[in-house]
């Protein structure tokens, strides 16, 4: 089957089931976004230690962690733009055929794309959580260009809200995540090599459940010889422009 065909097919399955899919995301769909994936070809811990985001090395050594953490994340990732993928996606959520999104990305790209129910698996850069009280803050540049940002309420130090190696998934997140893994009718995993436990069990629990999963990756990964009904090899943007142009053909 080429690629034309099984564009038409995944299109058919997301009309045939409209307001019964999800989203899941990986680094992938934010590359031409011109964010760096973590892991793999070009990945951002090829050229970096990522102990700066290591919960014990950041109580030990907030001011050095925090001068990373501004370069990489906020000086440089702040300044990305959604991409087309990212637009598909809220528009079909905006339209009714994706009842949410689940993302293992911190760059809040879909909420700026205007998709609403995102689940962000490993939490977010767009937020700033004080360690001592609890309180959440926007990143502000008063905030993060102190050597050590601290909290305006009890002066506790401000961490960004993602998911730090050594910290668990939040609950919440957990648990609504799965949720609507155990309910969709299809799922659209874009970007995604599904090798990041326990986030690459989500589409293996749609599966589990009855959800037709189609695939959006420029390389084989680990769903796709073993979950996947539909693989679409090639960049996000471009295959997600042609899956929208044919779910909304006359």
């Known amino acids: 089957m080429d690629l034309p065909e099984k564009i038409r097919k995944a299109a058919s399955v997301i009309r045939e089931n409209h307001g019964r899919g999800m989203a899941f995301t990986g680094a992938g769909v934010s590359v031409e976004s011109g964010i760096p994936p973590f892991r793999g070809r070009g990945g951002l811990w090829n050229t970096m230690d990522p102990s700066f985001i290591e919960l014990t090395h950041f109580h030990a050594d907030p001011e050095g962690c925090w001068a990373k953490i501004r370069e990489v994340f906020y000086d440089h990732w702040g300044k990305a733009e959604p991409n087309e993928a990212h637009r598909v996606l809220a ?14 990305n911190i760059d809040a790209l879909h909420q700026r794309a205007g998709a609403e129910n995102v689940i962000e698996f490993h939490g977010t850069m767009d937020e700033l959580l004080c360690l001592q009280c609890s309180s959440r803050y926007t990143p502000d540049r008063e905030l993060i260009d102190q050597e050590r940002p601290t909290c305006p309420k009890c002066g506790g130090l401000l961490k960004p809200d993602f998911v730090f190696f050594s910290e668990g998934i939040p609950k919440d997140a957990f648990d609504a995540s799965f949720r609507m893994a155990e309910n969709c009718a299809f799922i659209i995993v874009i970007g995604t090599s599904g090798e990041v ?13 009855g959800a037709v999963l189609i695939e959006v990756n420029p390389e084989p990964s680990s769903f796709t010889r073993t979950v996947t009904d539909i693989f679409l090899q090639g960049p996000a943007t471009a295959i997600m422009r042609q899956l929208r142009d044919e779910v909304e053909a006359p």
């Open 197 to 209: 436990m326990p986030a690459c069990e989500i589409p293996r629990i749609a599966k589990r459940h």
């Open 91 to 104: 528009e079909w959520m905006r339209t009714g055929f994706l009842e949410g999104i689940v993302t293992q």
